[in-house]
């Protein structure tokens, strides 16, 4: 089926460098996703991005984060500066439509040190 | 708004009994609903999606029936499988919003 790629698999960074998660969502897809999830809890929405845009944020999706997607290449997130609560584990997720399957890449588990 | 409850927290079960994790929701539009599962260390995979002609979806012995009486989209299974333990998310596609995920349900099955 359809797949999402999520680079890097695992990112370690001291607290207060900038990180940046790359995701490859699938192909034809117009709206993209980040959730997070700390380990051994629930997955939480930050975002969704749609024609270039935030569509809709969470709490969880703090001043420091950013996200875009630069001419139709990698969605990213940016976290700038990191924060010790930040680290977890990184989904990214794509759908055709905005009411459509959401797809999850594999995820990116940040360390925060 | 829209929103999505399910069964929070643990959930355990002893093997060959039947499963039942709850979600009713709240919406403004005729909305979809779907079940996400999430074995350990992976991402999570869409295991169910409603239909809009009444049709119950079922996939890997699994099964839900929208009622729009009572709001409700549980998933069901007859009989558990050690291999069904994971978290599972209840969602909900309505309006304009997208996507609105409940806080998950983590099921262990016991042998």
């Known amino acids: 089926g359809p797949k999402v790629l999520q680079i890097p698999s695992h990112q370690i960074i001291d607290m207060g460098q900038m990180v940046t998660l790359n995701c490859d969502p699938v192909s034809n897809h117009l709206y993209f996703y980040w959730y997070k999830q700390i380990l051994g809890q629930q997955m939480e929405f930050l975002v969704n991005f749609y024609n270039g845009k935030v569509m809709e944020k969470s709490k969880l999706f703090k001043d420091q984060f950013s996200v875009e997607r630069p001419d139709g290449s990698y969605f990213t997130l940016k976290i700038q500066p990191t924060a010790l609560e930040d680290s977890a584990v990184y989904f990214c997720a794509s759908s055709l439509g905005r009411r459509d399957e959401q797809y999850f890449g594999p995820g990116t588990r940040l360390t925060v040190l | 708004g829209d929103s999505v409850t399910q069964t929070e927290g643990l959930v355990t079960l002893t093997e060959g009994l039947p499963v039942m994790l709850n979600c009713t929701y709240q919406?403004?539009?005729?909305?979809?609903l779907f079940w996400y599962v999430q074995h350990l260390n992976e991402a999570p995979k869409l295991l169910l999606k409603s239909f809009t002609d009444n049709k119950r979806p079922e996939h890997q012995g699994f099964h839900a029936t929208l009622h729009k009486s009572s709001s409700s989209f549980h998933l069901q299974k007859s009989s558990a499988q050690l291999s069904d333990s994971a978290l599972y998310y209840c969602a909900l596609s309505g309006g304009y919003q997208n996507f609105y995920f409940g806080k998950g349900t983590s099921l262990t099955v016991i042998p």
């Open positions: 919406s403004t539009y005729s909305p979809f």
